[in-house]
């Protein structure tokens, strides 16, 4: 039987030395939060379960996204990761080293009496969804952006997050603009990225909005999709003023409420704000709608 918690080590650290090779500072920042989690949770299960979980789900984005290499018995990545969906619901038979990862985590999980089998199914559904529309350059209408980054960013990963800290996973809703606000500066930071994989994060209702065309989608510097920058910046700042009017009503522990403006709001903001001085072009009075 394999050693699952030195797989399970390995595994991190090839992963992290991957990041750390090829990633951006922000990817560098989050890793040091991942181990700066271990000691000030004093909680041993815990922070291992948040090191290995995140792992899991880095390596199997980064297949989604080309960044590593496919399996051999797979010709595409939407199989591959239909099959880990399918092994998620019934882990047994492990034949391929996430699936040892992924029982590993359950295992752990198990020891600190929490499960993640909804918020696992949610995160790789996402994962699904950028599998099937990577290198196609489609253009989403904003309803089913929102969907599928509520469904990632908000409902799978928040709440797995609020497990780990022992929080109410029901109090979700109440982060939800915090995580709305994280993933504006996902879109903003790896904007160019993302259109390199083919994926396009600009709604077609924003394109309508801002006069996007598909040309211009490549070119950041165009005025439409700098504009587009801007909007979506100041967006982002609003949610996070949201946030810290629903945040009181969470009663969140002293750890919670340290590690949101640490490892979320902060980076989120100073995005936000670089954006807003990077990108100076006459002043495009669009209402921002916050959202509930």
């Given at each position: 039987?394999?050693?699952?918690?030195?797989?399970?080590?390995?595994?991190?650290?090839?992963?992290?030395?991957?990041?750390?090779?090829?990633?951006?500072?922000?990817?560098?920042?989050?890793?040091?939060?991942?181990?700066?989690?271990?000691?000030?949770?004093?909680?041993?299960?815990?922070?291992?379960?948040?090191?290995?979980?995140?792992?899991?789900?880095?390596?199997?984005?980064?297949?989604?996204?080309?960044?590593?290499?496919?399996?051999?018995?797979?010709?595409?990545?939407?199989?591959?990761?239909?099959?880990?969906?399918?092994?998620?619901?019934?882990?047994?038979?492990?034949?391929?080293?996430?699936?040892?990862l992924m029982i590993?985590?359950?295992?752990?999980?198990?020891?600190?009496?929490?499960?993640?089998?909804?918020?696992?199914e949610d995160i790789?559904?996402?994962?699904?969804?950028?599998?099937?529309?990577?290198?196609?350059?489609?253009?989403?209408?904003?309803?089913?952006?929102?969907?599928?980054?509520?469904?990632?960013?908000?409902?799978?990963?928040?709440?797995?997050?609020?497990?780990?800290?022992?929080?109410?996973?029901?109090?979700?809703?109440?982060?939800?603009?915090?995580?709305?606000?994280?993933?504006?500066?996902?879109?903003?930071?790896?904007?160019?990225?993302?259109?390199?994989?083919?994926?396009?994060?600009?709604?077609?209702?924003?394109?309508?909005?801002?006069?996007?065309?598909?040309?211009?989608?490549?070119?950041?510097?165009?005025?439409?999709?700098?504009?587009?920058?801007?909007?979506?910046?100041?967006?982002?700042?609003?949610?996070?003023?949201?946030?810290?009017?629903?945040?009181?009503?969470?009663?969140?522990?002293?750890?919670?409420?340290?590690?949101?403006?640490?490892?979320?709001?902060?980076?989120?903001?100073?995005?936000?704000?670089?954006?807003?001085?990077?990108?100076?072009?006459?002043?495009?009075?669009?209402?921002?709608?916050?959202?509930?």
């Amino acid at each position: 039987m394999k050693d699952l918690a030195m797989h399970a080590k390995q595994m991190r650290l090839r992963v992290y030395r991957h990041m750390l090779d090829t990633r951006s500072w922000k990817y560098k920042v989050f890793l040091r939060y991942l181990r700066f989690f271990r000691y000030i949770s004093f909680a041993k299960h815990r922070g291992e379960f948040l090191e290995s979980y995140y792992t899991l789900m880095r390596y199997l984005d980064d297949i989604v996204d080309g960044d590593a290499p496919l399996p051999e018995t797979y010709t595409n990545s939407v199989d591959y990761i239909l099959d880990k969906i399918k092994f998620s619901k019934n882990p047994v038979n492990p034949v391929d080293e996430a699936d040892y990862l992924m029982i590993y985590c359950l295992q752990i999980a198990d020891r600190f009496g929490e499960e993640f089998i909804s918020e696992t199914e949610d995160i790789l559904h996402s994962l699904l969804f950028d599998a099937r529309r990577r290198g196609k350059w489609i253009v989403f209408p904003e309803k089913v952006l929102q969907s599928h980054f509520h469904t990632l960013d908000v409902r799978g990963t928040i709440k797995a997050t609020l497990k780990i800290f022992k929080e109410d996973p029901d109090k979700y809703h109440l982060l939800k603009p915090l995580g709305t606000a994280t993933r504006y500066q996902y879109d903003l930071e790896d904007f160019e990225d993302d259109i390199k994989s083919g994926y396009i994060n600009i709604s077609a209702e924003d394109c309508g909005l801002f006069g996007i065309v598909t040309e211009e989608l490549h070119h950041k510097d165009s005025d439409p999709v700098k504009a587009w920058f801007r909007h979506h910046a100041q967006e982002g700042l609003y949610l996070l003023e949201e946030h810290h009017l629903l945040l009181p009503r969470g009663n969140f522990s002293r750890l919670a409420r340290t590690t949101f403006p640490l490892v979320y709001e902060l980076p989120a903001k100073k995005c936000f704000h670089s954006v807003l001085l990077e990108n100076k072009i006459p002043e495009i009075h669009i209402p921002v709608c916050v959202q509930s």
